[in-house]
């Protein structure tokens, strides 16, 4: 499933790097212990999180993410967006908090299991 | 340059600087390029990065100064990070999972989860530290290129 399809459905609002939107996803990843993501995401995750500094962006880059989402309605700060624009990491933000927006995503990435 | 016995097989050294936590990232993420350029298995960078992002976190957090070195020997990868600072004063406890000395300000960034030094070993093939309280870290990661894997730990 491409990253748009999921800012479509889940009604994600894209801060920055439109341009990547038709990515592929490869699945998710939840979690704001930068330590824990960086050991146990993988290449090609949406990585869901309620983190906003640009601490991400690296984080993100380094495990070459689709994407992060920022749940709670929080506002990522400038210099994250700034970075994220330079490394081609698109950051997604919802209203929604981190269980209902994790349980909707992964829903729609695995209906089998719904 | 590290006076090595492997200091012939340097691939890139970078200065790290404590409390520089805008920068995070930014060593580790040339190590990987470094890697990726001379075609490294893609497992094997995959855990590097992991060391790397660890060791350079922190030296920002707890040093004031590191060097972080990388070297491609023909059989193997050895990262390198080598601080001054406060050091550690018991290893065994700080590579506990879970065991941090971390402030509020590290915490909030999602850093100081006492998960650094667990993952650098867990990522290594062969893991080595020492430690001067008051003085600093040294650490150093091998990564077997042919699939070995020998845990020797301290």
């Known amino acids: ?114 | 340059m590290p006076d090595t016995e492997y200091g012939r097989f340097l691939q890139g050294s970078f200065e790290v600087h404590g409390r520089d936590f805008v920068d995070a990232g930014l060593v580790s993420s040339q190590i990987k390029k470094g890697l990726k350029a001379k075609g490294i298995d893609e497992d094997i960078i995959r855990r590097i990065a992991i060391i790397a992002f660890e060791a350079e976190v922190n030296i920002i957090s707890y040093a004031t100064v590191g060097t972080i070195s990388y070297y491609i020997l023909p059989d193997a990868i050895i990262f390198e990070a080598i601080d001054e600072g406060k050091g550690i004063e018991d290893i065994e406890l700080a590579l506990q999972e879970g065991y941090s000395t971390a402030d509020d300000s590290i915490r909030e960034m999602g850093f100081g989860a006492g998960m650094g030094l667990a993952n650098i070993r867990k990522s290594s093939d062969v893991f080595e530290i020492t430690s001067e309280p008051g003085r600093g870290t040294r650490v150093k990661c091998t990564i077997m290129l042919n699939g070995q894997n020998i845990c020797k730990e301290n």
């Open chain 1, 1 to 114: 499933m491409t990253l748009e399809t999921i800012a479509e459905r889940l009604s994600l609002k894209c801060k920055c790097c439109w341009e990547h939107l038709k990515k592929e996803v490869s699945g998710g990843y939840a979690g704001d212990l930068l330590s824990d993501v960086m050991a146990n995401s993988a290449a090609g995750n949406i990585w869901v999180t309620r983190q906003v500094h640009q601490n991400i962006v690296a984080v993100a880059a380094l495990k070459e993410h689709a994407a992060v989402i920022i749940v709670q309605g929080a506002t990522p700060e400038k210099e994250t967006l700034e970075k994220a624009t330079r490394e081609g990491i698109p950051i997604l933000v919802s209203d929604m908090a981190e269980f209902e927006l994790v349980g909707r995503l992964h829903r729609l990435l695995y209906p089998e299991q719904a």
